[in-house]
Every structure is written in structure tokens, then in C-alpha cells.
């Protein structure tokens, strides 16, 4: 059954492509306008007994590969019936192959292109963005987020400097007393000068 797969994907939902089921629809009722529109309307509001009745007209009109066409296409329907018809909720879910070359494959298989595993789910999410037409609600989010962290650069800049620049000056601080009339006095000299070396002063709290 086209739906089996549904059993290897748990929560996955068979919806049946409508680019694939219009082709299909096109290839069988080429020749008869009318019931073209009315299969489709049928199948629109999900009505799988007036599908068989329109078929079933139709069959009996016409002859040879006309007939095998409408046998075919019925075949189709009841098989994929169930993607045809499944909930609303999964109306817009689901990939083409078309969706798939020109959105993703033809970028991310390149010739001599390799993706980790991590890289590829990234690159596949920017690429599905970006045919979303929502990848620049979050790349115009960059100035702004880049314009604060230059603030924050500048901030923690200044805060460096104007630290360096404190304990530069206190380094440049004098003792008074080290040149004043008491610079010869044993308590400046033997003990005040000593204290105030860098070696020793960087150890005083």
C-alpha cells in the first residue's frame, strides 16, 4: 500500500500530494472536461461514493486506452484514499520533489560536498526559511544584536581603562614625608621608605 510507510514513522500522516493526484485526474479525463471538474469536486469535499459514480459514468462511455486511463485512476484513488482525505491539520505538511531539489538538494548536494550530520539539519533550516520568505525576520535581528555587543565591548573598555588608570595613580602617589624636613629620621629611613618599595607595597590590603 502507497501509506505503508506511515508505519515506520511514528505521528507521521499519509497525505497524498496534490500535484501527483491533479496529473493524475489530467491523464484520465483529458477528453471530458465536465466530469473532470465534478471528480474534483467530489473529491474535494471527500465524498468517495459519488468518485465511484463518476468513474464508474464515465467508464462505460468510452472504450480502449481511454478506459484503461479511468480504471487506472481509479485504482490510484482508492489506494491513496486515506492521504486524500486525512485531517486538515496535516493539509500543508509534507514535501514535493520539486520543493525538495530546488529548496535544498540543489544546494546542499554539490559535487564534493559533505555535511556532519548537525550541519546538515542547520543548513536544511536556513534553506526552508529562506523559501519561506522568513529567513529575514531573523538575519535582521544581526545589527541589532551586533550594535549591543559593541556597547557592551565599549562599556567593559572603559572600565578597564579607568581601572588601569586608578592604580596607575596610586602607584604615582609620594609619602610627604619620604622629602620633607624628617626624610633623615631613622623611622623614615630604615622603616617608612622601606614600606613604601613596590616590592612591599603590593603586599599591604
Same mark, same amino acid.
Given at each position: ?5 506511515? @508505519? ?8 497524498? @500530494? ?9 491523464e484520465?479525463?483529458?477528453?471530458? +472536461? +465536465? ?10 469535499l ?28 481509479w ?15 496535516a ?37 526552508a ?8 525576520k ?15 565591548a565599549?562599556?567593559?573598555?572603559? +572600565? ?9 595613580s ?36
Amino acid at each position: 500500500m502507497p501509506d505503508a510507510t506511515v @508505519d515506520y514513522f511514528p505521528g507521521a500522516v499519509h497525505v497524498l @500530494d496534490p500535484y501527483h493526484l491533479n496529473r493524475r485526474l489530467i491523464e484520465a479525463f483529458w477528453h471530458d +472536461e +465536465e466530469a473532470y471538474s465534478r471528480i474534483r469536486q467530489a473529491i474535494y469535499l471527500g465524498d468517495w461514493e459519488k468518485v465511484e459514480e463518476i468513474l464508474g459514468g464515465v467508464a462505460r462511455r468510452v472504450r480502449g486506452a481511454k478506459r484503461r486511463r479511468i480504471e487506472k485512476l481509479w485504482q490510484y484513488l482508492k489506494e491513496n484514499w486515506s492521504g486524500i482525505v486525512t485531517s486538515s491539520a496535516a493539509e500543508h505538511l509534507g514535501a514535493i520533489e520539486g520543493q525538495v531539489q530546488h529548496n535544498v538538494a540543489r544546494r546542499m548536494k554539490r559535487l564534493g560536498a559533505s555535511w556532519t550530520e548537525a550541519g546538515a539539519d542547520r543548513m536544511a533550516r536556513v534553506l526552508a526559511a529562506r523559501a519561506n520568505g522568513v529567513l529575514g525576520k531573523h538575519t535582521s535581528r544581526w545589527p541589532v544584536l551586533l550594535a549591543r555587543q559593541e556597547h557592551l565591548a565599549q562599556a567593559v573598555r572603559l +572600565e578597564v581603562k579607568r581601572k588601569i588608570e586608578e592604580a596607575g595613580s596610586w602607584h604615582k602617589a609620594g609619602l610627604p614625608a619620604l622629602r620633607g624636613p624628617s626624610a633623615g629620621a631613622p623611622w623614615v629611613k630604615h622603616v617608612l621608605r622601606e614600606l613604601s618599595r613596590p616590592s612591599l607595597s603590593s603586599l599591604i590590603p
